[in-house]
């Protein structure tokens, strides 16, 4: 069964420091990964996408990087900066089974960067 | 704008109640899903569909249903049988595909009174 784990659960650092999260799946039968964005009560805003056959995605000051056969996964963000402070959560659709095109969820990691 | 509403925000059940979560989009996407997350967790699937009048379980289940009457509209609701309902709960919707990205609604919590 696919698990995917996120380190640290926690993060705080200083406003412009670069910072990476990390991602992990058990399974490397998968379609493709996803980052999220979550804010305190809200829904989730789609980050970034990387299919299967993709190493990395680029948006601003976001970059994903995706190594299928280690299952792992890092969000790497340049120059933080106080607003962006949220959970960033990462997902896996399976390649598989029951679960075949679904997205697994880990559960995520908090960060906040201070002023 | 393009997106998905759901409604209401908050809601509050009480014990032996059903109640219904509405989630609408206008993005004209075949696939529809809903999730539940609890606190410190990540997000579980609870049903998905992938076309009009049709839908499957995901890992949770037991003591929700759903219908797909409609390509916009995917409505959950919450029964009685569901003993720990108190949770937030986010609709999504993507193209077909399994390569698509989903894309999540603002979410409902739900209470219990």
């Known amino acids: 069964k696919q698990e995917v784990t996120q380190i640290p659960a926690a993060l705080s650092v200083p406003e412009g420091e670069n910072l990476v999260l990390n991602c992990s799946f058990t399974d490397s039968a998968i379609y493709n990964l996803q980052w999220f964005r979550q804010d305190p009560g809200k829904g989730l805003t789609s980050l970034l996408l990387i299919q299967s056959s993709q190493r990395e995605q680029t948006s601003g000051r976001l970059n994903a990087s995706l190594d299928k056969s280690s299952g792992r996964s890092t969000l790497y963000i340049a120059a933080s900066q106080p607003g962006d402070s949220a959970t960033y959560l990462c997902?896996?659709?399976?390649?598989?089974?029951?679960?075949?095109?679904?997205?697994?969820f880990g559960k995520g990691t908090k960060l906040s960067v201070k002023p | 704008d393009g997106g998905i509403t759901q409604s209401p925000k908050y809601l509050f059940r009480k014990e032996g109640q059903n109640v219904t979560l509405s989630c609408e989009q206008n993005?004209?996407?075949?696939?529809m899903y809903w999730y539940r997350q609890d606190p410190g967790q990540g997000l579980r699937l609870i049903y998905y569909?992938?076309?009009?009048?049709?839908?499957q379980k995901g890992d949770i289940a037991e003591g929700y249903s759903v219908s797909r009457e409609k390509k916009e509209s995917f409505p959950l609701t919450v029964t009685s049988a569901q003993k720990n309902p108190t949770a937030f709960y986010l609709c999504?919707?993507?193209?077909?595909?399994?390569?698509?990205?989903?894309?999540f609604g603002d979410g409902t919590r739900l209470s219990i009174l």
């Open positions: 993005l004209n996407h075949d696939a």
């Open positions: 569909s992938q076309i009009v009048n049709d839908f």
């Open positions: 997902a896996v659709v399976a390649d598989y089974g029951g679960s075949q095109g679904n997205l697994i």
């Open positions: 999504a919707s993507s193209m077909q595909g399994f390569d698509q990205p989903q894309h």
